[in-house]
């Protein structure tokens, strides 16, 4: 048995911390849940939006070193669309299950105002989805398949001159539904020199319009100085190749030129390697993230509907008693149109009763025959 003072201290919330004699073996628990997270798999989703051609699909490929069969877009679609994929991806003993949403059409129509609307909507779908699954009287959260976009790849176009008017309405639309990443897409189409201006540019458009997109958490220690430094690089400059190059002895991801061969891999020539890692290293912080998001929305629909947390004289109320509030305003309201009903009823059955009597006393009246000679 611990000793009565041994290793305790009192906690903020009144908990102690006691020590212990002997092992008891719930050290085990990390590695249960390591155990089970890998039997089970991994979700991922990802949004991608950007203009049709800017390479959406290519860094794609890149990014997961994989090529994702894709049908080839269109400039001609009246409205926005999202194409949704989902496939299995396997490393080492880790299983993903990826799914990559991808605009079409994006920025490809005249009037341009309501592009992002499909994209919210779609984003708040999936909310939905979530929480009707989670709503149900039998549900099974663990093997569900959660569709919720954990991260956004904002594709902006390598103008090297400033955001445009549709990219600062969409991001403004979603930054407080989605985890956003901007990334310039195709950045080897504009010199370094011209790209470092347009990232500071495009860094201060964000801020002066008081857009909130995903910044690296730096609360970890373990990845606190990392992700410090990769702040500092939004947004990423990537480039993506669907094909490989021979380059000595090894086959490379890189797109060639007349003037030169860029190097996806080459971080040097792009930020698509930054990329991935960071994806891969706040995977579960976007997750995090993601649930947030979802909280909000949750809280919103629950509201609409009538759910609150606490009374009108702001006192805690349970579920069971919003349940009975709102069961018993239905029966009221069914009362009260059963009432209307019957009065309207008994309304025209009088009417109905003083016509007949009004007929009646006009057929008993005598009727009087004159005769002419």
Known sequence: MAAPDAGRHAQNDGCR????????GFDSLPDQLVRKSIKHGFCFNVLCIGETGIGKS????????????????????????????????????????????KTVGFGDQMNKADSYQPIVDYIDAQFEAYLKEELKVIRSLFSYHDTRIHVCLYFISPTGRCLKTIDLLTMRSLDSKVNIIPV???????SKAELEEFKKKIMSELISNGIQIYQFPTDDETVSEINTI???????????SMEKVKIG??????????????????ESHCDTVKLRRMLCTNMEDLREKTCAYYELYRRCRLEKLGCRDIGPENKPISLQEVIEAKRLKFFLEMERKEEEIKQRFVQRVNEKAAMLEEAEQQASMPVCLEFVF
């Not at 897409?185 to 504009?190: T, V």
């Open 230 to 240: 990769i702040n500092g690089h939004l947004p990423f400059a990537v480039v993506g």
């Open 17 to 24: 911390t006691l020590s212990l004699s002997a092992h008891v």
């Open 184 to 190: 310039i897409g195709k950045a080897d189409s504009i």
């Open 249 to 266: 002895n090894k086959m490379v991801r890189a797109r060639q030129y007349p003037w030169g061969i860029v190097k996806v891999e080459n």
């Open 58 to 101: 290519a860094l794609m490929s890149s990014l997961f070193n994989t090529n994702f069969e894709d049908a080839p877009s269109t400039h001609f679609l009246s409205s926005v669309q999202l194409r949704a994929q989902t496939c299995e991806l396997q490393e080492s003993n880790v299983l993903l299950k990826l799914t990559i949403v």
